[in-house]
């Protein structure tokens, strides 16, 4: 299923946190976001901040009421597209078996306590040997190549569409999942959140994503590409397995209730072999692709 949104229907769905973020700006001056926008409120804000931290404070009020200008100003011409399908699918080791397209993982090698296993995504799909068949879904989601080129003219505008366009895919995919979950999927069909409930990800399930902790193999994507052919919504696969436009996200999509995030962490040299004979690549070539995990 493709779907294209306007700006404005994603526009309370961005995660702003990550957007002050990629300004440097810390998690107390993204709270922002939260403030009703009278001057009033947003002066008793700037005054809850101790002196020094106001300055900051002050840069972030700016910041996201010109964000907000932008975003008004980019939806007279752009949406952002997303894609998804379900697939019946199973798990066989550290492997998953999506339609008909395997998908190797990885299985995490730090743990937070002693007592916790050592996890792969692949734990949270029904197994092969079962004989009963579960779903897993793949998704994608872009902006329009376009909107990634304007203002190039004018540095300052350029880096906030560019920081914007980040956020704007990563909505279109939490707009999205929630469909998924209450609909198209509908193992959540009585789920009742609020938007910041879910970006605090407090539904069931999860969507990793590719070249994020727990899908570390940028590579994946062109297996993900094999079952949804990602150009019916304009991304492109560099030879790496990068996605253009580079506001672009993709992952799966897995609804096991006990189902969490985490990283994989530092792997050894025993779990590279044993991942790039499951890729069917060269141990030299997969080093590359993991380097940052090894």
């Given at each position: 299923m493709v779907t294209s949104y306007k700006i404005h229907?994603?526009?309370e769905y961005i995660d702003w946190l990550y957007f002050f973020h990629a300004w440097r700006l810390g998690a107390q001056f993204g709270q922002i976001s939260d403030i009703?926008?009278?001057d009033a409120c947003r002066a008793q804000?700037?005054?809850?901040?101790p002196e020094e931290d106001r300055t900051k404070a002050a840069e972030a009020m700016q910041l996201f009421k010109e964000a907000n200008r932008m975003l008004n100003e980019l939806d007279k011409d752009y949406e952002v597209k997303v894609m998804f399908e379900l697939f019946d699918s199973n798990s066989d080791g550290d492997n998953l078996i999506v339609g008909d397209v395997?998908?190797?993982?990885?299985?995490q090698q730090v743990r937070k306590k002693d007592n916790e296993p050592y996890l792969c995504l692949s734990d949270y799909v029904r197994p092969f040997s079962s004989g009963i068949k579960d779903t897993v879904g793949v998704?994608?989601?872009?902006?329009?190549?376009?909107?990634?080129k304007t203002y190039e003219d004018d540095p300052y505008k350029h880096i906030l569409v560019q920081t914007l366009t980040d956020r704007l895919a990563e909505a279109a995919v939490?707009?999205?999942h929630e469909y998924v979950r209450k609909v198209a999927w509908g193992y959540a069909k009585d789920e009742n959140l609020t938007i910041?409930?879910?970006?605090?990800?407090?539904?069931?399930?999860?969507?990793p994503a590719v070249g994020y902790p727990s899908i570390p193999d940028q590579s994946i994507n062109f297996l993900l590409n094999d079952l949804i052919d990602m150009s019916k919504i304009g991304i492109k696969l560099t030879?790496?397995?990068a996605m253009y436009p580079h506001a672009s996200v993709s992952g799966i999509m897995i609804s096991h209730p006990a189902s969490s995030y985490f990283s994989i962490g530092k792997i050894g040299e025993d779990q590279l072999k044993d991942y790039a004979r499951r890729r069917n690549m060269e141990v030299s070539v997969m080093r590359k692709f993991l380097a940052a995990n090894l």
């Open positions: 229907e994603l526009v009703h926008g009278c804000w700037l005054a809850s901040f395997v998908i190797p993982l990885l299985r998704f994608a989601s872009s902006v329009d190549p376009e909107m990634e939490e707009k999205m910041k409930d879910m970006l605090k990800v407090k539904y069931q399930g999860i969507r030879e790496n397995g």
